[in-house]
């Protein structure tokens, strides 16, 4: 995505979040899949983005993120596939920050599959279906570092909420 794009899209995004109603200091958690999280790492990365949004939260699966200079404010759960090149593309594992939590886990070892294959291709390792599984695993993880994660991000899972769709063109 061409910085132009990244530009339009934030503009968008930022138009979205505000027809929604979201208000000065409402928090909120950016999440994505791929190039969707590589979107969400980077509103929550930019400064201006962030003057007119809290964000206190980014959840990514299968995006290459390493290299985005988050804030430490932001809480970050990134989930990724050993067998998924996609993460990797950034050349460099995600920083060990104590705001940053990075699960990693084998798309062929879920305890709960939809997918027909047996052992996953790295197509079949990057696709949403997998990566719904794993934070399925995510969720019930007893891991400290998840679990302090949760905290934050539990807020924006329960309770009452409103759907709204939008579709952005040109």
Same mark, same amino acid.
């Given at each position: 995505m061409t910085q132009e794009q990244q530009t339009a899209l934030q503009r968008q995004v930022a138009k979205a979040m505000s027809? !929604?109603?979201?208000?000065?200091?409402?928090? &909120?958690?950016?999440?994505?899949?791929?190039?969707?999280g590589i979107a969400a790492a980077s509103f929550a990365a930019d400064p201006a983005f962030l003057e007119?949004?809290?964000?206190? !939260? $980014?959840?990514t699966g299968g995006s290459p993120i390493a290299r985005i200079d988050i804030p430490d404010s932001v809480s970050v759960l990134s989930v990724e596939?050993?067998?998924?090149? $996609?993460?990797?593309l950034d050349g460099r594992d995600n920083p060990a920050k104590s705001n940053w939590v990075t699960v990693?886990?084998? !798309?062929?070892?879920?305890?709960?599959?939809?997918?027909?294959?047996?052992?996953?291709?790295?197509a079949d390792a990057h696709?949403? &279906?997998?990566?719904?599984?794993?934070?399925e695993l995510v969720d019930s993880s007893s891991d400290p570092n998840v679990a302090g994660l949760r905290t934050t991000i539990d807020p924006f899972l329960h309770g009452e909420g409103t759907v709204t769709r939008w579709q952005i063109s040109g």
């Open positions: 027809a !929604a109603g979201i208000q000065p200091g409402d928090p &909120v958690m950016l999440t994505g899949h791929s190039q969707g007119r949004f809290t964000v206190t !939260a $980014v959840v596939h050993t067998q998924d090149p $996609v993460p990797m990693k886990a084998e !798309a062929d070892a879920q305890a709960i599959t939809r997918s027909t294959q047996q052992a996953p291709t790295p696709s949403t &279906v997998r990566y719904e599984d794993t934070g």
